[in-house]
Nanobody, 128 residues
Framework: VQLQASGGGLVQDGGSLRLSCKVP????????VAWFRQAPGKEREFVGA????????YFTNSVRGRFTISRDVASNTMYLQMNSLNPQDTGIYYC??????????????????????WGQGTLVTVSS
């Protein structure tokens, strides 16, 4: 089972970009899904997540208010809408799925070993 991330590209400082994550039907609506990113030379970090029902989201402080997560049930796709991008948002963005993130009140969201399934990543470059 693999998720498929797409939508990355080059965008200017202050611009917007929307990433997509195709989630396999067998886990869509069952597992919580999150976005991580890895900047050049840095470790991969948690960005945000949406719970299995699509009703609750959670974000890291650096993107809260700029990024949103939504989903389309008909296509089993999760979206990461990124606004007011800055060069610090540059990196490879990954989507991943895990069980029990929302149930843990998101305390498990940042723990990468909790995630059972991962996508291949999509590169986002924000130019200054």
């Amino acid at each position: 089972v693999q998720l498929q991330a797409s939508g990355g590209g080059l965008v200017q400082d202050g611009g917007s970009l929307r990433l997509s994550c195709k989630v396999p039907e067998r886990i869509f609506g069952i597992l919580d899904v999150a976005w991580f990113r890895q900047a050049p030379g840095k470790e991969r970090e948690f960005v945000g997540a949406i719970d299995w029902s699509g009703l609750s989201t959670y974000f890291t402080n650096s993107v809260r208010g700029r990024f949103t997560i939504s989903r389309d049930v008909a296509s089993n796709t999760m979206y990461l809408q990124m606004n007011s991008l800055n060069p610090q948002d540059t990196g490879i963005y990954y989507c991943a799925a895990a069980d029990g993130l929302y149930a843990s009140r998101w305390s498990k969201a940042r723990i990468q070993s909790e995630y059972k399934y991962w996508g291949q990543g999509t590169l986002v470059t924000v130019s200054s």
